[in-house]
């Protein structure tokens, strides 16, 4: 397992969401081989919707831009291994 190896870049998450998060990536890892992004981000997003409800979403890799608007308090990018994590839950129109 890598808990404790991520690091945080930008979020506004509440620590608690913050470290279910980054186990859940470690988890992933474990499980998918790291060049599987697909399947990495999927695990994060069926875990986050599972203990949060639906609506989330998960992108992983090594070198991605992004332009989203997200729900206050679901957001958080990191860093674990070679791969970077952005979870969030998308907001409401």
Same mark, same amino acid.
């Given at each position: 397992?890598?808990? +404790?190896?991520?690091?945080?870049?930008? $979020?506004?998450?509440?620590?608690? /969401?913050?470290?279910? !998060?980054? @186990?859940? @990536?470690? =988890?992933?890892?474990?499980?998918?081989?790291?060049? *599987?992004?697909?399947?990495?981000? !999927?695990?994060?997003?069926?875990?986050? *919707?599972? /203990?949060?409800? %639906? +609506?989330? =979403?998960?992108?992983?890799?090594?070198?991605? +831009?992004?332009?989203? $608007?997200? $729900?206050?308090? $679901?957001?958080?990018?990191?860093?674990?291994?070679?791969?970077?994590?952005?979870?969030?839950? +998308? @907001? %409401?129109?």
């Amino acid at each position: 397992m890598l808990e +404790g190896k991520a690091r945080i870049k930008e $979020t506004d998450m509440p620590e608690k /969401m913050q470290i279910q !998060a980054m @186990a859940c @990536a470690s =988890q992933a890892l474990d499980l998918h081989d790291v060049i *599987d992004c697909i399947s990495i981000a !999927a695990h994060v997003k069926r875990e986050f *919707d599972k /203990m949060y409800g %639906s +609506g989330w =979403q998960c992108v992983v890799g090594s070198n991605f +831009g992004c332009f989203f $608007t997200h $729900t206050p308090g $679901t957001f958080l990018y990191f860093a674990l291994e070679t791969l970077n994590f952005l979870i969030f839950k +998308g @907001a %409401s129109s």
